[in-house]
């Protein structure tokens, strides 16, 4: 019995098919799977992550997922799947190693289908190509919903070719559930219905029904959640659909789409990610370079000889048995291609991804026909037909070689290099922040981090939505500064750590200082990443930190739970300047009605006439962080007007509500209504 396996194992060993198939697998491995650290994540992932966190901590499944670029929710199977690293671990780099796993297993699907329908030689080829090509890398290991397409598309491909090609009964059900999937992702893939539509036609009585309808059951149900929620969705494609000739009118997006999927074959243009550094790229500027060249006409070869083939295959009966399947090929290229191109949403490189596999197996089928057709020299040139079979050969290899080098360039490239406006910021410097905090919270005690970040929305906003991720787990996480407002919480009560990733105007940072907050632990400015500080300050009275109040003002009570306690108005005050004022508040329960209802202050500058020469609205903190006990710096931003009067002036301070623009009341020691503002002053403006 051990020696049947063994010999067993030794034909299995000695099988072409077999070294071809591990030997691209591993280098597709190898590929998507390195330096998980450098992968780009930006608020997109950050969000899908959050979402699948739904699944996982809060065992509920989200209805929709991420808002699409057309301004539609996507469908949650996103969540769904990001669910499933999860339960590992919150870490990005286990959904990255996840979807980069799926892409490695699109690569064998695509070898595997290739071999059964089109042969060794194609199937090595095809492969190889899509395992190596640096913008099928790229987007293998984001956490983005296109980076999980090609999983599903090969399935639909193949069920195609099992439907179309072998007649079996279950690959239309399998066509139309694993179209059903990638769907449920995005919708970028639905130009792909078309090529199921004509095969339908195509095949006539030989399609089975039962088993179609079936299909479209199952990914009925997949749907249904997100139909539920979507219930106008019809009413929004349509006026996306009415939209598509003014959006296509103000460029030429057919050939920006033939130029994007050239790009994505090639590997050409991978130099844009280098954004900023793009200087310093050095596979853009090289004479390699004429390598992407070369694969980008293979590609377009490709696309032009599927479609030589399939009516090649349909006028010679000889070949009339290949017709259907150079025809699925030519359909789904051309189908996804020409829909692209009518303009409905701006092309970008990520929705033509959904010609994987495709454009590889045609690239692969052209190599595949022109090697064959150097047979034909066999015969009376032999040294010429060997020579060209060399020279094919090399020129492939040295795609490929190439090709590898230029990912494992982009790698090193992007962790010591500033790549904003392409790349952007990758996920090392946002875990060194993470690792930074967690440190100092956890010598200090402290298990709330307040920062102030380029932003404070963690919906919408990329810096914050990537922290609250990365930090939530062990942290709660205050943003300040919304709308741009500079703000500072103060440690009354509760010691403070704070977190800063920008420059903050003098007057934070003298305010920082007079707390005691102390600087624990740095990180430095570098290409490629994102500078931090984390200062410490300790607990402090509440009634000493009121003695730095420059003007105490008593208490005024706003019925949304704001306490007006004093503000600093900055000496030697002149016409024409601008004046950062700091205005003092404490937090007191906010009552419900108030509690998801955006907020604003707002300060004005009144004459001794009543009139405002200045004003400025804004509220730095966020409602969804009000807490009781919490005190409040807030800095408003005046612009004095240069021909204003030297003189004193009065200054209007309270609230209002965004949604209907009503005043928040001052409250009377009853709890009564007195007034919608508080009045201050005199302040001066002198000569």
Known sequence: MHSALWRALRARLADPAFIALWGIVLVAAVLRLASLDVIEFKGDEAGHLVRALQIVEGHRLPLVGSQASVGIAKPPMMSVLMAIPLLFGRDPRLASGFIALLNVGAVAGCFLLVRRYYGLRAAAVAGVLFAVNPWAVVFSRKVFTADVLAPFLVLYLYALHAAV????RRGWLLAVLALGIALSVTFSPLPLALVLLASIVACGRRVRWGYLLAGGGLTLLVFMPYLYAERG????????????????ASASPGASALQAATWLHSGRNIGSLAGASFAAFAPAHSPLRGLDGLAALLFAAGVVGVVAMAVEAWLRPAKRSMASRYALLALWLVASLGVVSLGIVPVETQYLVILYPAGFVAMALVVDR?????DALRRGHPTGWRLAQLGLGALLVAVVLWQAYCVF???GFVAGHDTAGGYGVPLRSWLAIRNLVRREAAATGVDEVWAIVDGTDVGYEQTPAILNYLLG???????????????LLLPAGRPALYLLTRTVPPEVQAMLSRVGAQERATLPASPGGVPARVLFAPERPVQELRLLIPVPAGESVLDSGLVFLGYGWPAGVRPGDTVRLATYWSLRDTPAAERWVAHSLFIHLLGADGVTVTQHDGLGLPERYWQPGL??????????PATMPVGDYTLLTGMYRLSDVSANHVLDQAGAPAGDSIRLGPVHVGG
């Open 473 to 487: 787990a062990d942290l709660r996480v205050t943003f300040l500064g919304q709308g741009g407002n500079e703000s």
């Open 631 to 640: 005190m409040l710096v807030q800095w408003f931003e005046l612009q004095l």
């Open 370 to 374: 022109g090697w064959t057709g150097l």
């Open 233 to 248: 969705l019809l009413l929004n494609l349509a006026s996306l659909l009415g939209s598509a000739g003014h959006t296509s």
């Open 409 to 411: 360039y982009l790698y």
């Open 165 to 168: 090609v072998d007649g079996a």
